[in-house]
């Protein structure tokens, strides 16, 4: 199992940009695809992005694409999600997530049901 913590969340006006962070430990970070989700207000938790476990592939949902980073350093144990141009509509909580199959295991899409293990989650709020 690992334990996932984030960090980085706050109050920015739209066009800003913010950083999370994701640190995991207790499990062999490396070894497992990264997630980023978030969940606003009366809404079904979604998918935002996702790294494979070496880093060569990400994946981004439609909405954040182009303005959305994610990165991960495996030396430090931990997963990144870079938000520029931000806008009202990503005021979420986000969560970070670890791909719950087997270690060095790269999908070719990623979905809620992919992950097992999930933080506590961070808020985001963009105001306008």
């Known amino acids: 199992q690992v334990q996932l913590v984030e960090s980085g969340g706050g109050l920015v006006q739209a066009g800003g940009s913010l950083r999370l962070s994701c640190a995991a430990s207790?499990?062999?970070?490396?070894?497992?695809?990264m997630g980023w989700f978030r969940q606003a207000p009366g809404k079904e938790r979604e998918f935002v992005a996702a790294?494979?476990?070496?880093?060569?592939?990400?994946y981004y949902a439609d909405s954040v694409k182009g303005r959305f980073t994610i990165s991960r350093d495996n030396a430090k144990n931990t997963v990144y999600l870079q938000m520029n141009s931000l806008k009202p509509e990503d005021t979420a909580v986000y969560y970070c997530a670890a791909d719950s199959s087997r270690p060095y295991y790269s999908r070719t899409t990623y979905t809620l049901g992919d992950f097992g293990s999930w933080g506590q989650g961070t808020q985001v709020t963009v105001s306008s």
């Open positions: 207790g499990r062999t970070f490396s070894s497992y695809a």
């Open positions: 790294i494979t476990w070496s880093g060569g592939s990400t």
